[in-house]
């Protein structure tokens, strides 16, 4: 609150240098009045950038920390700053207004509500005496419309509107007349009778749609840009109800989430550690956890049988091809008193549900599981996790083969993969038993038995 004092001063509030005869960058060796001159003689202004002065009778002035020195030389002088503010280009703010509803949860069941909305502008056509935006937030998007019917401030600010403004409405459901039904509410738009700049925008380096065809360089360069993208917002959204449902299937098994310590000591593990330097003990760091094993370990001597948390594990390796390099999350879990059959079966009834509500398959392997043994798969296999959705696996022929007449059989275990109705070239198999030699460093031989 600024005190009440005898005299008084006006104060222009603009955003713009006017020019005026009273501004100090304009006119440096002008001979100002006496206000004016000893106003420039008070310290901070000296430290304040063209078009950011504090001014009397006209200059600039933007906000600033400094503002209340200025308040204190004013009261030393017997001044009272009368303030006004040039609201030419000044953003709209939002007191008196509370968004009601997302801009994707709106349906034609809404019509009739007035509702309040804030977000992005996708685009905005203007069609003469018609303009539509397409307002975007997290949900989604929603088509606002102004007409004739508009208040004229209303209409002249929503032609002013570009791509990433941002803005906050205030208007009407109605069933639209041309629907789009591409879109999720796309039978409605939001007649509009408010509107209100809440911040502009330069033109972005990359156009704000789902599928853009932008280099990974810039898309990091304007990360935040790139996370205003429909596909990488729905990507993260998905992964926030995954561990929401996650965390919602391991409680109800009984299990307590225990976030462990990220500062810890290091230990002899797969990757290199990275290290944090200990201000208080120079020369000593802390180890950021490749995985919380010995902290698990810790609660399950200490009486938390059950343990889980979505842990962050920081591993100093290459990229591979499921995992990125540095940093990731996984689902940490450990059991005391339990049987191998019980971890198994837990596993089952927390990760089936979560992978047929939100993965991208046809068919969800229904619990239980089938369970091989080592020797087995990798006897059938030639791996300890196979895919069982491909039909291949490797047959003993070695008592077929026996005395057939081919040297490097002979005495050996022979073992192939056997392919029904094959129609693939020479060429083809060829090339296949070269990559099988490189990859294994052992010669592959072909044999077609006719029936």
Same mark, same amino acid.
């Given at each position: 609150?600024?005190?009440?004092?005898?005299?008084?001063?006006?104060?222009?509030? $603009?955003?713009?240098?006017?020019?005026?005869?009273?501004?100090?960058?304009?006119?440096?060796?002008?001979?100002?009045?006496?206000?004016?001159?000893?106003?420039?003689?008070?310290? %901070?202004?000296?430290?304040?950038?063209?078009?950011?002065?504090?001014?009397?009778?006209?200059?600039?002035?933007?906000?600033?920390?400094?503002?209340?020195?200025?308040?204190?030389?004013?009261?030393?002088?017997?001044?009272?700053?009368?303030?006004?503010?040039?609201?030419?280009?000044?953003?709209?703010?939002?007191?008196?207004?509370?968004?009601?509803?997302?801009?994707?949860?709106?349906?034609?069941?809404?019509?009739?509500?007035?509702?309040?909305?804030?977000?992005?502008?996708?685009?905005?056509?203007?069609?003469?005496?018609?303009? %539509?935006?397409?307002?975007?937030?997290? $949900?989604?998007?929603?088509?606002?419309?102004?007409?004739?019917?508009?208040?004229?401030?209303?209409?002249?600010?929503?032609?002013?509107?570009?791509? =990433?403004?941002?803005?906050?409405?205030?208007?009407?459901?109605?069933?639209?007349?041309?629907?789009?039904?591409?879109?999720?509410?796309?039978?409605?738009?939001?007649?509009?009778?408010?509107?209100?700049?809440?911040?502009?925008?330069?033109?972005?380096?990359?156009?704000?749609?789902?599928?853009?065809?932008?280099?990974?360089?810039?898309?990091?360069?304007?990360?935040?840009?790139?996370?205003?993208?429909?596909?990488?917002?729905?990507?993260?959204?998905?992964?926030?109800?995954?561990?929401?449902?996650?965390?919602?299937?391991?409680?109800?098994?009984?299990?307590?989430?225990?976030?462990?310590?990220?500062?810890?000591?290091?230990?002899?593990?797969?990757?290199?550690?990275?290290?944090?330097?200990?201000?208080?003990? !120079?020369?000593?760091?802390?180890?950021?956890?490749?995985? !919380?094993?010995?902290?698990?370990?810790?609660?399950?001597?200490?009486? %938390?049988?059950?343990?889980?948390?979505?842990?962050?594990?920081?591993?100093?390796?290459?990229?591979?091809?499921?995992?990125?390099?540095?940093?990731?999350?996984?689902?940490?879990?450990?059991?005391?008193?339990?049987?191998?059959?019980?971890?198994?079966?837990?596993?089952?009834?927390?990760?089936? !549900?979560?992978?047929?509500?939100?993965?991208?398959?046809?068919?969800?392997?229904?619990? !239980?599981?089938?369970?091989?043994?080592?020797?087995?798969?990798? =006897?059938?296999?030639?791996?300890?996790?196979?895919?069982?959705?491909?039909?291949?696996?490797?047959?003993?022929?070695?008592?077929?083969?026996?005395?057939?007449?081919?040297?490097?059989?002979?005495?050996? /275990?022979?073992?192939?993969?056997?392919?029904?109705?094959?129609?693939?070239?020479?060429?083809?198999?060829?090339?296949?038993?070269?990559?099988?030699?490189?990859? /294994?460093?052992?010669?592959?031989?072909?044999?077609?038995?006719?029936?």
């Amino acid at each position: 609150m600024i005190p009440e004092f005898p005299d008084s001063m006006d104060i222009k509030i $603009t955003n713009k240098c006017s020019g005026g005869t009273n501004c100090k960058y304009c006119h440096e060796n002008s001979s100002p009045d006496g206000l004016h001159g000893k106003i420039l003689n008070v310290p %901070f202004l000296n430290s304040l950038h063209p078009y950011t002065q504090l001014a009397v009778g006209g200059g600039n002035v933007l906000e600033h920390p400094d503002f209340l020195p200025f308040l204190i030389w004013c009261k030393e002088k017997k001044l009272i700053p009368r303030i006004t503010l040039n609201q030419t280009n000044f953003m709209d703010n939002l007191q008196n207004f509370k968004r009601s509803h997302y801009c994707g949860d709106l349906r034609l069941a809404d019509a009739g509500k007035t509702v309040q909305l804030c977000g992005w502008v996708q685009r905005q056509r203007n069609l003469g005496g018609l303009i %539509f935006v397409d307002l975007r937030d997290r $949900t989604g998007l929603i088509q606002l419309s102004f007409d004739d019917s508009t208040a004229k401030d209303v209409f002249e600010k929503a032609a002013s509107l570009r791509s =990433e403004f941002v803005i906050a409405a205030t208007g009407v459901v109605r069933e639209r007349e041309s629907k789009n039904p591409e879109m999720p509410t796309g039978d409605i738009e939001v007649k509009v009778s408010d509107l209100r700049l809440l911040a502009k925008a330069e033109t972005p380096p990359f156009e704000i749609v789902e599928n853009s065809d932008v280099k990974d360089a810039v898309r990091l360069k304007y990360r935040y840009l790139d996370l205003r993208n429909p596909e990488v917002k729905k990507n993260i959204i998905m992964r926030c109800n995954v561990v929401a449902a996650l965390r919602a299937a391991m409680m109800e098994h009984g299990f307590l989430e225990i976030t462990t310590p990220i500062l810890t000591a290091s230990s002899p593990e797969g990757a290199r550690d990275y290290l944090v330097p200990a201000r208080n003990h !120079p020369g000593k760091f802390y180890a950021l956890p490749q995985a !919380p094993q010995q902290f698990k370990q810790l609660l399950m001597t200490s009486g %938390f049988d059950k343990y889980f948390q979505i842990a962050p594990c920081f591993r100093d390796e290459d990229a591979r091809g499921d995992r990125s390099p540095g940093e990731f999350y996984q689902l940490d879990m450990e059991m005391a008193f339990a049987t191998q059959d019980d971890v198994l079966t837990t596993l089952e009834d927390v990760l089936v !549900p979560v992978f047929e509500k939100f993965g991208k398959y046809k068919r969800i392997s229904q619990a !239980p599981f089938r369970h091989i043994p080592f020797n087995e798969a990798m =006897e059938r296999y030639g791996s300890d996790k196979p895919d069982l959705r491909i039909d291949l696996e490797i047959d003993d022929i070695t008592a077929e083969v026996q005395g057939c007449g081919f040297g490097p059989f002979e005495g050996a /275990t022979v073992k192939a993969v056997v392919v029904d109705n094959f129609t693939q070239a020479r060429k083809w198999i060829d090339k296949l038993l070269a990559d099988v030699e490189v990859q /294994t460093g052992n010669k592959a031989c072909w044999v077609k038995v006719d029936e």
